[in-house]
């Protein structure tokens, strides 16, 4: 199954394809936009639907969380690169940061230094996680911290 964002495309393994379908049973929305960022599972669906798919008190959510056994997030899917800042802070929510700055295909994130290593992760993981999100729904090239 490929997953089309503008002029990328992104394949999507096993693991992830029975999430979304399982999403899709249990939200009656469907989406082919599911990552993985800090052992959360993330499915992005358009921005209507964002309510919906959470459920009356969080009744999907929590359904979904059970079936899964991991934290589950949803978001809107980006509308462009003015949404960046909203849909990053969704993604890493808890951890705060100040803002993010876009030069080119660079992203800058500006953070506290307890936020920026919370940010980062250990061996980088977490950039890691964040730069290849940027990179699928912005196509942006390189994250750093500031």
């Given at each position: 199954m490929k997953l089309f964002i503008g002029k990328m495309t992104k394949t999507l393994d096993m693991r992830f394809i029975r999430y979304a379908n399982l999403f899709g049973r249990v939200t009656r929305i469907r989406t082919n936009h599911c990552f993985e960022y800090n052992n959360t599972i993330v499915f992005a669906v358009p921005r209507k639907f964002v309510m919906r798919a959470i459920g009356k008190?969080?009744?999907?959510?929590?359904?979904?969380?059970?079936?899964?056994?991991?934290?589950?997030?949803?978001?809107?899917?980006?509308?462009g690169r003015e949404d960046i800042e909203n849909f990053v802070s969704v993604i890493t929510r808890p951890v705060k940061f100040k803002g993010i700055e876009i030069k080119d295909d660079d992203a800058i994130i500006t953070a506290t230094t307890q936020s920026k290593a919370s940010l980062i992760g250990r061996g980088k993981v977490r950039?890691?996680?964040?730069?290849?999100?940027?990179?699928q729904y912005f196509a942006i090239k390189k994250l750093r911290f500031k």
């Amino acid at each position: 199954m490929k997953l089309f964002i503008g002029k990328m495309t992104k394949t999507l393994d096993m693991r992830f394809i029975r999430y979304a379908n399982l999403f899709g049973r249990v939200t009656r929305i469907r989406t082919n936009h599911c990552f993985e960022y800090n052992n959360t599972i993330v499915f992005a669906v358009p921005r209507k639907f964002v309510m919906r798919a959470i459920g009356k008190d969080n009744s999907n959510l929590k359904q979904l969380n059970d079936l899964i056994r991991k934290k589950i997030k949803i978001v809107a899917i980006p509308q462009g690169r003015e949404d960046i800042e909203n849909f990053v802070s969704v993604i890493t929510r808890p951890v705060k940061f100040k803002g993010i700055e876009i030069k080119d295909d660079d992203a800058i994130i500006t953070a506290t230094t307890q936020s920026k290593a919370s940010l980062i992760g250990r061996g980088k993981v977490r950039m890691e996680e964040m730069q290849k999100i940027l990179q699928q729904y912005f196509a942006i090239k390189k994250l750093r911290f500031k």
